[in-house]
């Protein structure tokens, strides 16, 4: 871990020391750097390959309705086609709009005043992380679902917890809890949700847009170990077997045995999902658990 320099220096007047602001940029300049090497390769490559095919898809489009135009002798608007490729965007405002309307008025806004932990654990990573701005932070009871995710709606970041996973992470500790809201702070360091957004079109190809969320959601895993590092593979545990089993998992035995089980079949299932496998993600955080004591 690097050295940190969030408190600027405060002499005995009560003035800040030019110095101290200078240290607070070079540690977080650090901290940026840091995060790039945790950033994984594959999330950089796909990113590439699905603008690429954002690209080809526009143009393909444009040419198509000017193809159309000529040949039928009809009006060329291209432009009414491109906004036909834009449809995703709208849709999904919309029912991102919907969705933080019911949010506000069916879930727990984390302040101050409510979940003080949560909201001093976000607001401190945050400031880590270098954000402009500490996104707000939702705990919503979803049955059962054990789950967080971030959001985004028109210029704000939103984080949702699911009920379920903070009682798990609470009982865990608060290295679990502090891992779960440093790997959704992640996704809003990185911008994954304007990425998304914008590569919508690139992502729906099956193989590729599956890749490229699994490769996120490990540079998330990577950045969060990073940010909690005390015992970050607590957070994942927590996913694995349950409310009231977690605590009987040997980890070791589960990883061994998950070794022993890898093959075409569990392949096959993890190149579908949007998420690696526990047990990769599991060995992934403690590879960068390795690569962070280097840093
Ligand atoms: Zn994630």
Redesign the pocket.
Known sequence: MGEEHWSPTIDKHGKKHKISYLNKRDGIEKLNKNIDKLVTTNEKVLFFVICCLFLVTLLLQVLLTAYYAITFKVDPTPVLSITILLWPLVIGLISNGIFIGYLGQNSVRVSRAQFADIYEIAQDYSKKLDLKKTPKVYIMQYGGVLNA?ATRFLFGDIIVIFSDILELAYAQGEDAVRFIIA??LA?VKRKHMSKRLILFWGLIIPVIGSAYSRA??TT?DNIAAYLSDKNPVNGLLVLLAGKKLYSKVKIDTFLQEAEKEEGFWSWLSEIRSS?PNLSTRIRNVSKAKKIISGM
Do not use: D
């Open positions: 995710f790997h959704e996704h996120c959601e998330c998420h």
